[in-house]
Structure formats: structure tokens, C-alpha cells
């Protein structure tokens, strides 16, 4: 994104003091705080009319859950993209936001300048890996793959590079250390650990189509998920 | 493990008063009681048709007194069906009417078969206020109830009905006491249902106090990093005990309620039964040292566990040790199909080539008899390496199938 567009922000936390902050810290790095939200119905009424590149969204809404409002704005408005923000870090509600879509995960402890940078990289599209979040989508494939077969063989694996390069992730390395340590660009690592990512956001939309179809609920490909 | 807002207003609602459980769990008796009077009307008529036609002076009456148990079997059936009508007065006319109608037999039956062990009209029908007494009262009223038929019955026979006089009184006193356990597991089974709500409930609370403490602690750390000075030492206090509730918040949820030594990071050696290897290593965490778990439980034996846990604390308090306070670390726990492995990495200087061997042969390694030493006696491997400049990476793989089995072999290391 260029300098005369600035990246359009929604943020949504309960936690006013939390939101604030995000907010202020936003706007004077230079970013548009388009709207900002205290819970999941009011982030997926606003998202369509405030039209935001990236949505900050905090997994502890008081009424809907993360994998709901990250389904919801999905659906409701495909060009935002999601970074999950997380105080607790609970492991299962991270995978489950992430699968249904989200483009990345940070803790709020994260320092102001990694927090900045992760809202750009997540305008630019490309998936922002804290380790933490690298263990959970190796585990996920790895539970993907011992299951039985009766769920289809078609689970997804992952490459023997991409399961390097996520266990260089999810052992505290930068991608500049990987790409300096596996002798590829940085750009490729990147690559990588997306395509990790979309392998699983695509499993996750075939399981959905999946389970719609063998329930009777089949109609639109984004497999129900409406606001 | 997770759960959504919401679930508690689910729970208020099963709060029910405890003399409304009593009064539902006697419900299936009242309605095997009402089953029992209509059976037992059947049979009295039925023996009174075929069998006992002989022993009656009166059979019309006999009939008619049929007639009156059936009408009483309808009413009281219908008056019993509302738990607020089974008060005194339907209780005691319900026993007057049925010695009432016991007691017409003498006027019926020759007085020959009445003496002679004839079943009186009534039948095994009189049982019927006995039973309702026992569920309303419990075992003591039930006996007395079926005292008062027998001993009309035991009057009416002259002693010719020792029999039936005891399976009643057996009867009143068994089915109160069934009666009145049901009304205890009721109770309960009751109180247990609200612990649970009242647990859910301080679990959903801890969890948004967590939660918005946590909130905090990362703005303090946040905002005093950049303030600098004194703020930044409070900033980095707060981001110590943000990492550390972090942790004790993942360990405790991860499992809550399963598992509840769980969280304890020292596990006795020697204890059996398998733990999640997350909740225990997640206690690791600082600001310095980040923790990496799968989001499914990683179970192994307990001792296993704790031994593997050892290992990293080996090499965390390595990293610490050599590199200093500042060092920062890595944890990451997989769980793969044949092993479980934990690796810690540091962004330390790293070990320079050669002198990690220099320093087994110097014996002076921790590293080596702390971790490799644990991880041998466990049937698994430790493998340490390094760039020079860019951190130390252990290894700690621990086969899945052997492990628990060489775990428990004797030591011979």
C-alpha cells in the first residue's frame, strides 16, 4: 500500500481501553481507523459500510465467538482481511479463527512496532505467523493426517519444506534467519507458510460445502456462512 | 473447555426447589401404582367370574363391590395424578374406602370360605392405599398403612391369611424405602446439577477476569516499553506477569475439570496414568521463553512427562546460564504419530564448533548427563546443535510405543 491510501482499519475489542489504544497507535502510524466495534453483530453490521482492508478482531467478543465474526466478515465483506489479536491465547479458538479465514495471529503483548508491521503485512495480504500460531497449524495437518481415512483421503499435508520452514516459524525464527539458513529468498519463505495457511483455510471450506451437502443444507459455496 | 457466553443463563434455569425433585422422582411410582390398582381390579373381577363364584351367599353384591373398587381405582387415579392433591384426607379416605370394601366381604363370602383361606373380594386390590401411603410417607407410614389393611384382612380371615398379611407388610416397608432413596438421589442428584452450574459459572468469570487483567498487563508492558525509565521497568514487570497468567490460564483451561493435578508442574516420579505433556511444559513460559503447543492434548505417562520436562528446564536454565538473563527462547512441543519432540532454540551466541565436545571431555556438561542422560533412561534421544552466532537448538525426541515401558525399567545408566 502506498502513502496516499492509507490501509483502512476496523477494530473490534469489548476492552474500550484496549481499543482506544489500538486505535491512537494506529492513527498516528498513519493508518485510516475506519470504525471500531465492541462486539461481533456490531463489527459485521459496520464492516460493509466502513469497507475496511484489515480487521483487528479480538477472539474474547461477550457475544459471538472468533471463528463466528471471522466466518461473518468473510462472508459479509470478502476484501477485509483478518488479524486475530489475542490476550490469552487460547490454542483451539486461534486454529479454529484461522481456518475459518483469518490472515494472521498476534498476542497483545507484542510489542507497538510488531503489532504495526503485522497490520501492514496483513494489508498486503501475506500471513503473519507468531510461533505460537506456527506449533498450532503443525499440529493441525498432523491431526489432519492421523485421521481415519473415513473423514477422505484427501486431509493435506504438508511439504517436507513447508514443515521445516514452520518448525523454523515456530521456533522463534525471523523469516530473514530461515531464508538465510535454507538459501531462498525471503519472498519464498513467505510463500511458503502461506500456502501452509491456504491449504487448510481450503480444507476447512471443503468440509464445510461437505457437511452442508450431506445435510441438506447445500446452496452457496461459502458453505452458510451469512451475517 | 471453551465456553460461550451465554451457557450461563442456560444454567439458572435447572435451579429447581428440592421438595419439587422429591415429588418428581416419585412420579414413575404414582404411575406404576395407578397401573397396579387397574390390574389388580382386573384380577379381583376376573377371580370373582371364574374361581370363587362358589364361595359367595351374594354374588350380585360381590359384583357390585367390583364395581365400586373400579370407580374408586378411576377417581383416585385421576386425584393422585396431581402431586398437590396427595394431601391427608385423599390418603386416609383412600385407606378408609379399601377396608371399607375388605371388610364387606364377611357380609358376602359364605363364612366357611372366609375361614378357610378364601381370597376376600377386594383381592390383592387393598394393597393400593398401602403402596400410595409408602411412596407419599416413606417406609414407616407405608408399614403402619399395611398394619391397619393386614390386620383387617388378618381379623376378617381369622388368622387363615398369615401370608398376605406379611407380603403387605414387606410391601408397604420396601416400596417407602425405594420411595424414599429415589428421593435422596433426587436431591442429590440435584445438588450436584447447581455445583456444577455454580462452577461453570466461576470458571466463565475467572475467565473474563483473566482475561481483562491480561488486557491490562499487556497495555502496562506495552505503553511502558515506550515511556521508557522507570516506566520501563514497571512495563517489563507487567509483561513478566502477563506471560506468567498466560500460562497458568492455558494450563488451567486446557484440561479444567478433567485432569485436576495436572497443572502442578512437579509431577511425582512414580505416579501413574497418562497427562497432557502442554499443560505441564505451558508453565515454562516467561516473557524470555515462548511456549509452542499443538492445540490437541499431547498425552503421555506421567512420569515420562515429567522427565521430558526436566530435560527442557535443563536447557532452558542453560540458555540462561551461558547467555544470559536476556537471552530469549523457544519452546516448541509435537506430537507426531511415533514421537513426542520438544525442541528449545535460543537466539544466543551459540556453541562455537568443537567446544561442546571440548566441554563433554572436560566433563563439566550439564547438558549432557541432565538431558541426554534423562532422555536415554526414557528410551529417547537428545540431540544439540548450533551456528555459531545464531542460538542452540535441542532436540528431545521421545518414542511413543517404548516409552512407557523402559520408563518403568530399572535404571541402569
Not at chain 2, 3 to 21: E, K, M, Q, R
Not at chain 2, 151 to 168: E, H, I, K, T, Y
Not at chain 2, 344 to 357: C, E, H, N, S, Y
Amino acid at each position: 500500500m502506498s502513502q496516499h491510501a492509507p490501509i483502512r482499519v476496523m477494530v473490534v475489542d469489548d476492552h474500550p481501553m484496549w481499543r482506544d489504544a489500538v486505535a491512537r497507535d494506529l492513527a498516528e502510524a498513519g493508518y485510516d481507523v475506519v470504525a471500531t466495534a465492541a462486539d461481533g453483530a456490531q463489527a459485521l453490521r459496520v464492516a460493509g459500510a466502513a469497507r475496511p482492508d484489515v480487521v483487528v478482531l479480538d477472539l474474547q467478543l461477550p457475544d459471538m465467538s472468533g471463528v463466528e465474526v471471522t466466518r461473518g466478515l468473510r462472508a459479509a465483506h470478502p476484501g477485509a482481511r483478518v488479524l486475530v489479536l489475542s490476550a490469552s491465547g487460547e490454542q483451539q479458538d486461534v486454529l479454529d479463527a484461522v481456518k475459518a479465514g483469518a490472515l494472521g495471529y498476534l498476542l497483545k503483548s507484542a510489542a507497538r512496532p510488531e503489532f504495526l508491521d503485522a497490520v501492514r503485512r496483513t494489508a498486503d495480504g501475506d500471513a503473519v505467523f507468531t510461533p505460537g500460531l506456527a506449533a498450532l497449524v503443525l499440529g493441525e495437518f498432523r491431526r489432519l493426517a492421523a485421521a481415519p481415512a473415513g473423514a477422505g483421503g484427501d486431509a493435506p499435508r504438508l511439504s517436507e519444506r513447508e514443515a521445516e520452514i514452520l518448525r523454523m516459524v515456530a521456533t522463534g525464527m525471523s523469516y530473514k534467519q530461515i531464508a538465510s539458513r535454507l538459501v531462498l529468498s525471503h519472498r519464498t519463505v513467505q510463500n511458503h507458510v502461506q500456502n501452509t495457511l491456504g491449504k487448510l483455510q481450503l480444507h476447512n471450506r471443503v468440509e464445510l460445502v461437505r457437511y452442508a451437502i450431506e445435510h441438506g443444507l447445500a446452496g452457496e459455496p461459502e458453505g452458510g456462512g451469512r451475517a | 473447555m471453551i465456553i460461550p457466553n451465554g451457557c450461563s443463563f442456560d444454567t439458572v434455569t435447572v435451579t429447581a426447589t428440592p421438595s419439587g425433585a422429591q415429588r418428581s422422582s416419585s412420579e414413575p411410582l404414582w404411575r406404576s401404582l395407578a397401573v397396579f390398582r387397574f390390574v389388580s381390579v382386573g384380577y379381583a373381577a376376573l377371580r370373582l367370574g371364574t374361581v370363587d363364584q362358589s364361595e359367595y351367599s351374594r354374588p350380585d353384591w360381590a359384583w357390585a363391590v367390583i364395581a365400586v373398587m373400579a370407580a374408586w381405582t378411576v377417581g383416585t387415579t385421576i386425584a393422585y395424578a396431581r402431586p398437590d392433591r396427595r394431601t391427608w384426607p385423599l390418603l386416609g379416605a383412600d385407606l378408609v374406602v379399601t377396608v371399607g370394601l375388605l371388610l364387606s366381604t364377611a357380609l358376602l363370602q359364605y363364612p366357611d370360605a372366609t375361614g378357610h383361606g378364601a381370597l376376600p373380594v377386594t383381592a390383592i386390590w387393598m394393597a393400593g392405599p398401602v403402596l400410595a401411603w409408602a411412596v407419599r410417607y416413606g417406609r414407616r407410614m407405608g408399614t403402619i398403612a399395611a398394619l391397619i389393611v393386614a390386620g383387617c384382612d388378618f381379623v376378617l380371615q381369622r388368622g387363615a391369611a398369615l401370608n398376605g398379611a406379611v407380603l403387605l407388610l414387606l410391601a408397604g416397608w420396601i416400596v417407602g424405602h425405594v420411595a424414599r432413596l429415589a428421593a435422596e438421589v433426587a436431591t442429590e442428584r440435584q445438588r450436584v446439577i447447581e455445583v456444577e452450574a455454580a462452577s461453570r459459572e466461576r470458571e466463565r468469570l475467572a475467565r473474563d477476569i483473566h482475561d481483562s487483567v491480561l488486557q491490562v498487563l499487556a497495555l502496562v508492558q506495552r505503553r511502558g516499553a515506550e515511556a521508557g525509565g522507570a516506566a520501563a521497568e514497571l512495563g517489563r514487570l507487567a509483561g513478566q506477569q502477563e506471560a506468567a497468567l498466560r500460562a497458568l490460564v492455558g494450563a488451567g483451561m486446557g484440561g479444567a475439570g478433567l485432569r485436576k493435578s495436572d497443572s502442578a508442574p512437579d509431577v511425582a516420579p512414580g505416579a501413574s496414568g497418562e497427562v497432557d505433556l502442554r499443560q505441564i511444559i505451558m508453565s515454562a513460559q516467561t516473557d524470555r521463553v515462548t511456549v509452542s503447543v499443538p492445540a490437541q492434548a499431547v498425552l503421555l505417562d506421567r512420569t515420562a512427562a515429567a522427565e521430558l520436562t526436566a530435560a527442557m528446564r535443563a536447557a532452558l536454565d542453560n540458555v540462561r546460564r551461558h547467555c544470559g538473563e536476556q537471552t530469549r527462547a523457544w519452546v516448541l512441543v509435537e506430537d507426531e504419530p511415533d514421537q513426542v519432540r520438544v525442541t528449545i532454540r535460543d537466539d544466543g551466541q551459540g556453541i562455537p564448533d568443537g567446544r561442546l565436545a571440548e566441554a563433554a571431555a572436560a566433563g563439566r556438561l550439564g547438558v549432557s548427563h541432565s538431558i541426554r542422560g534423562r532422555l536415554r533412561d526414557l528410551g529417547g534421544s537428545a540431540i544439540v546443535s548450533s551456528v555459531s552466532g545464531e542460538g542452540t537448538e535441542v532436540e528431545l525426541r521421545l518414542p511413543r510405543v517404548s516409552s512407557i515401558a523402559v520408563a518403568s525399567a530399572p535404571r541402569t545408566a
